[in-house]
């Protein structure tokens, strides 16, 4: 069975930085695309970026030009690096991994890992 973990998250203080990680894995795991979401109590999940194996990537606007997603393609590993980290992205941060598994395309996500931002 595909399993996708993060790993990373922890306690940062306003201004600062952290980068959070996920790794797929699986046997016979085609891996189209990869991203992150993000949610908070009392909230929707909400998107935050995502990469496609040829590289193109998207995000929020709210976190262009604080957050980067990529990828490395040897092991399907996404990493998202979070700069000029505010209150309001605290949130618990899922990562998905879309691809194949035999004949089926579906959606795998994680449990999460929580990141906390605060003095």
């Known amino acids: 069975q595909v399993q996708v973990v993060e790993s990373g998250g922890g306690l940062v203080q306003p201004g600062g930085s952290l980068r959070i990680s996920c790794a797929p894995s699986?046997?016979?795991?085609?891996?189209?695309?990869m991203g992150w979401y993000r949610q908070v109590p009392g909230k929707e999940r909400e998107f935050v970026a995502d990469?496609?194996?040829?590289?193109?990537?998207k995000y929020a606007d709210s976190v262009k030009g604080r957050f980067t997603i990529s990828r490395d393609n040897t092991n399907n590993t996404a990493y998202l690096q979070m700069s000029s980290l505010q209150p309001d992205d605290t949130a618990v941060y899922y990562c998905?991994?879309?691809?194949?598994?035999?004949?089926?395309?579906?959606?795998?996500w994680g449990r999460g890992t929580q990141v906390t931002v605060s003095s």
């Open positions: 699986g046997s016979i795991f085609s891996v189209d695309a």
């Open positions: 998905y991994a879309y691809g194949r598994l035999g004949v089926l395309r579906k959606t795998y």
């Open positions: 990469i496609i194996t040829g590289g193109n990537t």
